[in-house]
């Protein structure tokens, strides 16, 4: 009886150690950044991998993706380029597909900025265009966009944005269409030459 007693208690004893000798690590969802990605001659390159968004005036759903490029032309501001492709659909008639080109200058704000992210607000104006059962029309279009970046590595940071959109076809008679929009993404922050 001894004997058991000594070897349970060796064993407790021998499983106690080698539970403390775990060593778990969780995986990183933030980065330490500071002001580094957003540093003038710095580029940006991502977009967002899915935005969705509601028309006022046909009460219509779309979706998109939205590549985009940018270079920081001083510490916090960055222009570049962007392109969307998507779908619309509508109760009343068939998916549309939407495309366009959106020059865009964003601006990432210090107030509020954390080691880890930044708020930034975008601008942008372009040509959008819409294809219909063969037709296809384009439009004058721009956005207002406001966003938190979180850098989840050095150099990779998740985005949400949120934003007011707005087009009018280059039709006599056409209607001026505008609707808010929200949409995830991330970009991934290249240093420049320096």
Known sequence: MKKLVLLSAIVLGGLSISNAQVDVTTPQTSAEVGSTPVQKGNWMVGGSVGSAGYSFESEAFSLNLAPKAGYFLSDGFAVGIGL??????????????????????????PEGASSTGRFFGEGSVGISGEAYEGESETSFAFGV??????????????????????????????????????????????????
């Open 84 to 109: 969307n492709a998507g779908v619309v659909a509508a109760s009343d008639r068939k998916p549309t597909w939407q495309y366009g080109v959106m020059p865009f200058a964003r601006y990432y704000f």
């Open 145 to 194: 966009n406001a966003g938190y970046a979180h850098f989840i590595s050095q150099t990779v940071a998740l985005e949400g944005t949120v934003g007011y959109n707005y087009s009018k076809a280059n039709v006599t008679g056409a209607e001026a269409q505008s609707g808010l929009g929200f949409a995830v993404g991330f970009q991934i922050y290249l240093p420049g030459n320096r």
